[in-house]
Every structure is written in C-alpha cells, then in structure tokens.
C-alpha cells in the first residue's frame, strides 16, 4: 500500500468520467465548432497534464495562459496544438514559441513590429485579438483592419484567425454582449478568417457567438459561468470533489464558544464536529457560519471560523456520527459555487486555490447510468 495514500485525510477527487461528459456538454450546445480548451492556471486547479491528456484525444487545441504553462505540456510530450492567450511579451520569447510550435494571440501593436523584425525558422500561427469592449487585452477595432494587413506581410506568419472575448456573458439579461457581438462583425467585415468569440458562458447562453471556434474553460470543470448558477443546471458535472474526514465528535455544553475568537456560541448541549480541513488546504478562511458541508452525505452546517488545519461543524442533524466519518467540502453533492457564495467569493477562485498538501486521486470509470 502507498504509505501517502494510506495516511491522506483531506483528497481532491479528481473525476476524468465527468470532464468527458463536460467536453460531450460543449459539442451538444456548439455543434460542429473547433473547440480551444483552456487548461491555464493549472486547469483551474485540476492539474494541467491530467487534463490535458484527458481531452486530448477530443479537442482541437488547448489554451493556456503563458509560456511556462506550454513547455510543462511540451515537457510532459504533449504535441497537441497549443495557443498562448497573453501571446509573448519580447522577441526573444520567439525562439522558445518556434521551436516549441506554440501559436499566439497578438494583442498589442508592439507586438506586430517584433514579428515585421523577426526572422522566424518555422511558421508561427498567429490569432489576432479584437478588443470589442474588454479593454483588456485586444487592438483597437479601428486598427484591426490594418494591424490584419500587417501580419499577412510577416515573413512566416500563419493566421490562424481573429477573436475576441465576452465581458458581461455571465449575465444572461445584459445586452452588453450582444453589443460586442454586433462590434466585432462590423470591425472585422471584410476579412475572410476563421473566428472565436464563445467563452464558457457564451456557449450555454448565447448562441449568437458560436463561429468557427468556441473555447470552453470553466464548464469543462463541471461550473456554472453564470453569475447564481450552479452546474447541474446546465447539464455540468463536477470534476472535483474536495472531500476530508471527522478527526473528532466532541460533546458540548450550552455556552461553550467554539474556534478562535469564540464567536460562535452553542446555544444548548449539542454534538461539534472537526474535519481535517481549513484554509491551509484551500478551504476559505471567510467562509461564514452556516456554509453547509456533507457529512455522511447530509448537510450540516458550518459553525465558527475557519482555522488552517481544521473547521468545525454542527453535527445535532446527526447525533450518531462518529470520528472517521466521510465529508465532502464542495464537489459532488455540493456545489463549488455555494461554497464561494457563502465565502463572499468566485468558485474559480476556490478551485485554483487547493494546496499542494491535498492528495490529488485520478477517477476514470465511466457511470453505468451517466445523467445528462
């Protein structure tokens, strides 16, 4: 037996049946789209190699955010095609891209000249990014048309298509991005390319955006893009489980404060769980009083603060529990996105956010009985 797994307390399951079923969610909404799948940040916290080399086999290109992220792939022997979001940032970042056979998202003008000067050794696929309400990264709508010209121009410059991205899509009611839409076809009408425009949210909500390529990103994890939403509206599943164990049932009595600070007080004789978990492994410190947690699959609450290594629990809905009794944090059975409500938070945040300390374990079967 593995002496680490034997002896792990808090795991994050990491489920590879359900980023399938995820990926199979993206084809059902966008059908026949090339799909660009973000893997940046780690796959949002999920491991990027696992990841990666669980959709390789069904996407057309991965998406990530930086140069590092793209030779951790390389390194791992991952070929498939890989697109840098943030581009490069000096010419001699081009050597390692070349050779590497990475593609770029140009966004600045500066960027253009570096490739007007470059010598390049192998051709470099390039995505021209149209700032159409952002105002983040992107060129100007009135410099596309001639910052297009440019690139044709490059010596060994591949372009591989114009994009841009959706500020307000989480929103299904904000026209916002139905203004972005009707910019980015009047700047870009004219040029004959491939186009990309859908995030996670503009998949499921606006169909409107749906051109040659989609990019999923936080759907493929099994979450919501909507602000209030949950996964399982949207026909997700969770890829992972953060799930931990009660280390201890303690009995209290009435007016006995719990946790640092003690501000939460028992209001009579009750049962208080600890579970092996706390902010030291990802779990949010501002979680508040209340934030449910499954324990034995029910849902009991929260109660005091948050501490590194620990959290606490009301555990009078279960009087029979015992130490070493199963818990879930967030994950199946409990959406991420209600934990980072109650933690006045974003669930990308939490998901990014799961230490180094926590055993990652690989689930691969499929569900006999997969609900879609």
């Known amino acids: 037996m593995n002496v680490r797994t034997s002896c792990a307390i808090t795991r994050a399951l990491i489920d ?46 991965l998406g990530v955010a930086r140069l590092e992220e793209a030779m951790r792939l390389r390194d791992a022997g991952i070929a498939q095609s890989i697109t840098l979001l943030e581009g490069f940032l000096e010419a001699a970042e081009l050597v390692v891209i070349v050779q590497q056979r990475l593609n770029v998202v140009v966004h600045r003008r ?35 048309k001639q910052a297009w010209q440019r690139l044709q121009f490059c010596s060994g410059i591949e372009t591989l298509g114009l994009m841009t991205h959706l500020a307000n899509a989480d929103d299904r009611s904000d026209n916002v991005t139905l203004r972005q839409l009707e910019y980015f076809n009047q700047t870009t009408a004219g040029i004959t ?30 979450v919501s893009p909507f602000t209030g939403g949950h996964g399982e509206q949207e026909g997700l599943q969770p ?36 579970i092996a978990a706390g902010y030291g492994d990802g779990y949010p ?35 029979q529990t015992q130490v070493g009794d199963p818990v879930v944090l967030w994950g199946k059975g409990l959406p991420v996105e209600e934990i980072a409500r109650y933690a006045s938070t974003i669930p990308y945040e939490l998901l990014c956010g799961v230490a180094r300390r926590v055993e990652f374990v690989e689930i691969t079967k499929e569900p006999q009985n997969e609900v879609t």
């Open 193 to 222: 390319a491939p186009r990309s425009i859908a995030n996670s949210a503009g998949i499921l909500g606006w169909p409107e955006s749906h051109v040659d390529w989609v990019r999923p990103g936080v759907m493929l994890y099994g």
């Open 110 to 144: 500066e960027q253009i000249a570096i490739l007007e000067q470059a010598s390049l050794k192998q051709p470099l696929g390039v995505w021209l990014k149209v700032d159409t309400g952002m105002h983040r990264l992107g060129i100007a709508p009135a410099e596309v």
């Open 16 to 61: 590879l049946a359900a980023l399938r079923h995820n990926l199979r969610r993206v084809r059902e909404a966008a059908p026949g789209k090339h799909i660009m799948a973000i893997i940046k940040a780690d796959a949002y916290g999920h491991g990027l190699i696992r990841i990666a080399r669980a959709l390789i086999p069904d996407v057309d290109s």
């Open 239 to 274: 890829v992972m489980t953060l799930c931990s164990r009660l280390i201890a049932v303690n009995r209290l009595h009435k007016g006995d404060a719990v946790g640092y600070g003690g501000s939460w007080v028992c209001p009579e004789d009750m049962p208080v769980g600890v």
């Open 285 to 319: 410190r501002h979680a508040e009083s209340g934030t449910p947690v499954l324990v034995n699959g029910r849902r009991v609450p929260l109660i005091g603060r948050v501490s590194m290594d620990m959290i606490t629990v009301d555990l009078r809905s279960q009087p």
